[in-house]
């Protein structure tokens, strides 16, 4: 099947540190989705992404697609222990089902 | 706001016992999927299903089968129970796979077989 790859696997940051996560695909996609799943939860959805080039925004989190649409990044700005949590992202090519990512498990030191 | 459920948060079970998973949705999504989560692999998809008594394998679907006689409840059986089979099992469903839309999650059940 298709392999997605993320990176970092962790990482720990002081709080007010940024934190980037990347997702990575050796195949052209059709879009990708990031999830974020706090310790104990399960994972609830954040955004979506379509367009090559496509930069979304929400507060504090800058989600982008690659130009190819082969890759995508998560970014948080000045992180806070409410960041804590694995983030996933999970991508689809085109017509199949979404295949998740390993995720990548933030830590926030306070 | 669209509510998955599952029947257990935790569960105990016996290598060799049958074990049934159960997810229900109140949205009438059409699709439905079985998910296992371990550490440092993510999510892997067990079986899905786009329609009632439609079943399709996922991308792990050997020591599992699925059940849906219902638009709105998938279940997850485990015929013979083994301890590779201690997981995080997480059920989600989708309005339109094609649309390519969120998928919302249960809160999951963690199974361990001893």
């Known amino acids: 099947g298709q392999q997605v790859m993320q990176i970092p696997q962790y990482q720990h940051v002081q709080e007010g540190e940024d934190f980037t996560t990347y997702c990575n695909s050796s195949?052209?996609?059709?879009?990708i989705q990031w999830y974020k799943q706090r310790p104990g939860g399960h994972p609830v959805f954040l955004i979506q992404l379509v367009k090559s080039g496509e930069v979304k925004k929400q507060k504090r989190l800058t989600f982008q697609f690659g130009e190819a649409k082969k890759n995508s990044s998560l970014h948080i700005t000045a992180t806070q222990t409410t960041d804590v949590g694995t983030y996933f992202c999970?991508?689809?090519?085109?017509?199949?089902?979404?295949?998740f990512g390993p995720g990548t498990r933030l830590s926030v030191l306070p | 706001d669209v509510k998955v459920t599952q029947s257990s948060r935790y569960l105990v079970k016996r290598t060799g016992e049958k074990v049934f998973l159960e997810c229900v949705q109140d949205m009438d999504h059409e699709n439905m999927f079985w998910y296992r989560q371990d550490p440092g692999l993510g999510l892997r998809l067990i079986y899905f299903s786009y329609d009632v008594k439609m079943k399709e394998k996922g991308d792990i679907p050997e020591g599992y089968s699925v059940s849906r006689e219902k638009k709105e409840r998938f279940s997850l059986i485990l015929e013979s129970a083994s301890t590779n089979q201690t997981s995080m099992y997480l059920c989600a469903s989708i309005k339109d796979r094609a649309g390519q839309e969120t998928q919302y999650f249960g809160p999951g059940t963690r199974l361990l077989v001893l």
């Open positions: 999970a991508v689809s090519y085109y017509g199949q089902n979404f295949v």
């Open positions: 195949t052209t996609l059709s879009n």
